[in-house]
């Protein structure tokens, strides 16, 4: 499809103003070298080119067939167009009526694709843009276009056309408007993009992935390659998601389960169309930092120190000179320049402007602590000092191997036609500072992010799996005994504990867990003990037990559960829900009361090994407890991230039998964790409470 060699396109037509002359118009506008055909069964030519009455008529089976009519007689022109050879196809029109035989037109259309095994993109989209061949299969022209290294995948149309339509200084190398995706989706866009030497990045503005397992599939396989993936997700909100479900029809999914996908996968996650092209930009030429922070070089010592304000209220790192790169900066400045990042090289106006900053760009291209290089200058078009910065990028590429781009801190610079000479030299130009800050933040985060999915300790164990799941599929809810002894089968600490329906063996159960105990009530259908007065903690010996026992089988039935204390830590809470697109969604909060005062729940896909678990709970405001306040000695942080870690490859092994879990609370003290409480609720359960 995108590297078709030939292309059909059908519905063009010489009458001004309409569609098909337009159509016809774009997939002539550039120097294709491939060959193109015309069908239009009235007329003989348009725009010069011969025209044949049906797809039958042609002399070779294209490539491509680009199908520029709606209605009903898109399924028989889908149809007469694979009976000729096609193999592939585009559609323009948004497909929401019926066939002549009275169903979808959508879904008629996704059965022919799936049936003949061709990928269709479309409908309610703008085609498809090969900007490097030349090939346009879109009805807006591409002789603008130079290629690059970008990839732009948008669901929207009108995202592919104002971001293709508009800024020279990107550089595309496909451009795809998949809309509702008949016969190809978003992953498949992904992968094949992946494996072109010529693409870059991967800028995707989505509704919605509608191969879930696909999608994180070929996010997974584009960060193994190194090809960073730049995503957009509209359909956050409530509304958002309404919407997107009138527009092309797409559910848009669970907004904290997308986001645990960018985050397992490595995808850059933006919330503008801004924000996607200013990271895919600086992408663009493929020169990637590596380990270290951004060096700043700047014209302006007033915007050099706005620049140092910003960094510091955002996660872009700036590098930390060295002794030795604070030594040689000074070997080459100005003595009233000081040698610190961002580094101001603005000292003289004369024609040996430029010579500071390219003897600066050598001491950084060398220090080890700087990944990348970014540089200020007073950018709009007609600058008096144009040329000096052109000849500057003109052999920066080859004078360092670090990425290095231009940038102005005012977001609304006239810079287009600098821009675009800087780009032409292998230099992407960003503009605004925050804009810019916010960049260099998400692209050190992509290149110092390790390979989690790969990492060891996740493997599903093959064990009782079998017999859980077995248990699962009764629909009745676990009580806390079992759901105990399910987490300690998948190695989560738990609490010791034994179960009793009879007061005969209660004192020697407590004698054997040693006390203080507490005694729970283990009535079917209480979930949450401690609001009917189930839950009685230090019981300190059989006296006590046995009146404890007493008052609760009275009001509560006789089945209990003697449970050891809990020692004194730090309460966390596990939780599980099943996301319909991409399965076990595990939650890592503060637990008990403790949610009330500290609340940040972080979310991940299971499974996942320990350095995530550990990343995880790391990222919650509670681990300042976890590190011990006051004297207390520090809780056991890795102790609780193995319980995690084996918590995720529970839910994972579980699968769809498990409708969703909450460990609560699992206790953190400097001698390890203990899960003390459990809730899990078999999928095949009616109501969680029931």
Known sequence: MVDACSIAVAGVSERDGSFGRRLAQAVTSTAY???????????????????????????????????????????????????????????????????????????????????????????????????????????????HLKPGGITLIAHSGSVFTTLAMNDPRYRFDLLVSPGQEIGATIDEYIDCAATRESTKVIAVFMETARNPAGFR??????????????????????????????????????????????????????????ELMNIASLCSTGRLPGEGGAALITDSG????????????????????????????????????????????????????????????????????VSMIGLEADLRDDYVYEDRLLNLALDLPQRTGKPCFFYSSFSRANNFQLGERLIDRGIPCVNG????????????????????????????????????????????????????????????????????????????????????????????GVDHKSDVGGVLLNIRDGHELAQAYERLATSLGPRVIVQAMAPQGVELAFGCIQDPDFGPLVMVSAGGILVEHFGGQQFALAPFGLSRALDLINRLP???????????APADKMAAAKALSHFSVMCAALGGTLREADVNPVVVSPCGALAVDGLIVPASTLDSRS
């Not at 007469?80 to 193999?87: F, P, R, S, V, W």
């Not at 997700?233 to 986001?259: D, I, N, P, Q």
């Not at 105990?484 to 738990?494: D, E, H, I, K, R």
């Not at 005969?504 to 040693?514: C, I, Q, S, T, V």
């Open 302 to 369: 007033g915007l050099r120190e706005l620049a140092m304000d910003l960094a510091a209220e955002t996660d872009a790192r700036l590098a930390r000179f060295s002794d030795r790169t604070i030594r040689s900066l000074r070997g080459i400045l100005p003595s009233q320049l000081e040698p610190s990042n961002p580094l101001d090289c603005a000292a003289d106006l004369t024609e040996n402007f430029s010579k500071p900053f390219e003897d600066a760009i050598e001491v950084l291209s060398s220090a080890e602590e």
């Open 33 to 143: 070298a491939g060959r193109i055909h015309f069908i239009n069964p009235r007329r003989d030519a348009v725009l010069g080119r011969r025209c044949r009455k049906h797809f039958a008529d042609l002399d070779e089976a294209p490539d491509l067939a680009v199908l520029g009519v709606g209605g009903r007689n898109l399924e028989q022109l889908l149809l007469d167009a694979i009976d000729a050879g096609a193999k592939s196809a585009v559609i323009f029109d948004a497909c929401f009526g019926e066939t002549a035989s009275g169903i979808s037109l959508l879904a008629r259309l996704r059965e022919i694709a799936d049936e003949h095994r061709i990928p269709v993109c479309g409908g309610a989209g703008m085609g498809l843009i090969n900007v490097r061949s030349g090939c346009v299969a879109s009805f807006y022209g591409a002789a």
């Open 433 to 524: 500072i925050s804009e810019t800050l916010n960049a260099i933040s998400k692209l050190q985060a992509w290149s110092e992010r390790p390979n989690l999915a790969a990492e060891p300790g996740m493997q599903i164990p093959s064990g009782n799996v079998a017999s859980w799941r077995q248990r699962l599929s009764v629909g009745k809810p676990l009580d806390e005994y079992e759901a105990l002894a399910l987490l300690s089968s998948f190695g989560v600490p738990v609490i010791g504990n034994e179960v009793h329906e009879k007061p005969a063996g209660l004192a020697a159960a407590a004698e054997r867990l040693g006390y203080p105990v507490a005694l729970k009530t283990a009535a079917n």
């Open 217 to 274: 599939a070929s996010l997974r396989r584009a960060r193994e390659r190194g090809i960073p993936v730049v995503v957009c997700k509209v359909g956050r909100s409530e509304e958002g998601a309404r919407m997107a479900r009138s527009h092309t029809g797409a559910l848009a999914g669970s907004k904290t389960a997308y986001e645990a996908v960018f985050e397992d996968t490595g995808a850059i996650c933006v919330q503008s169309i801004d």
């Open 622 to 632: 509670i681990k300042r407890l976890l590190a011990g306040v006051r004297g207390a």
